[in-house]
């Protein structure tokens, strides 16, 4: 199917969440991941009218960013990052999702020329296989990079577990809201944190009406 077909079909579905949860759909920024697929197909995505991408990994980010170099578009890495490659992604990218440790936020303080916009990662599920920070541990972290001053805390990330059962999704998106209220109510300067990103192509609309303000969508929407 078309990418533009797919993207009115989740523009719909943003729309009827937003609407439940009364919100508005100017909060909502859709990230079109395209990890999965060639320049072609992000192309397309974009003619369709997606301005945020996302990538997970250093080659398939450079790549594209490469390739689309010029045009109007903001460049969101989501993925693990690893501290020695920071300098390769640092001068192009707009926003990085997966701040979730001092080392890292070290090196992209070192690197950086200007202010970078950083989500935490937090591992609300506390799943094994998957990276972020506990809950617990997102203030004292918040403390520490207080003397990091090329980094910007706009929000926090999290992925809900792989799960079927809504409940437990809804659970995981309402704690990192909770834990994002939390953040706010410290008004740190170096972390407004103002956004959340979470939702993907199985949960973002549940991920909307519990706040969130940036849906990560691949599968979905290029698959
Ligand atoms: C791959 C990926 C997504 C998109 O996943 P889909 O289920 O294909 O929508 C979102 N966020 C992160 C961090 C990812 O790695």
């Known amino acids: 199917m078309q990418v533009a077909a797919k993207l009115e079909e ?38 369709a009218g997606v301005h945020h991408i996302g990538e997970n990994r250093l080659e398939g980010f450079r790549e594209k960013y ?3 170099q010029g045009m109007d578009l903001k460049w969101h890495f989501i993925g693990t990052l690893q501290s020695r490659k920071v300098k390769d992604i640092i001068h192009q990218v707009d926003v990085i999702h997966s701040l979730d440790r001092l080392s ?25 296989s998957k990276h972020g920070l506990s809950p617990e541990e997102v203030l004292p972290f918040l403390e520490k990079l207080r003397d ?38 410290k008004g740190y300067e170096h972390a407004p944190c103002t956004y959340l990103s979470m939702g993907m192509s199985n949960d973002y609309e549940v991920a909307i009406e519990e706040g969130a303000t940036h849906i990560r969508i691949g599968s979905k929407l290029v698959g």
Do not use: W
Not at 28 to 47: N, P, S
Not at 156 to 177: G, I, N, S
């Open 148 to 185: 990091h001053q090329k980094i910007q805390v706009v929000g926090l990330m999290t992925m809900a577990p792989h799960t079927e059962d809504e409940t437990v999704v809804r659970q995981v998106f309402k704690r990192l809201a909770e834990l994002k209220e939390q953040v706010q109510e």
């Open 10 to 47: 989740i523009n719909r579905k943003i729309e009827h969440a937003c609407l439940k949860s009364n919100r508005s759909i100017e909060e909502i920024t859709l990230i079109g991941v395209t990890k999965y697929v060639t320049i072609e197909r992000t192309e397309e995505a974009i003619q």
């Open 104 to 128: 890292l936020a070290k090196e992209i303080n070192k690197r950086a020329q200007q202010t970078v916009d950083c989500f935490i990662q937090v591992n609300v599920s506390k799943e094994e």
């Open 66 to 68: 490469d390739h689309f």
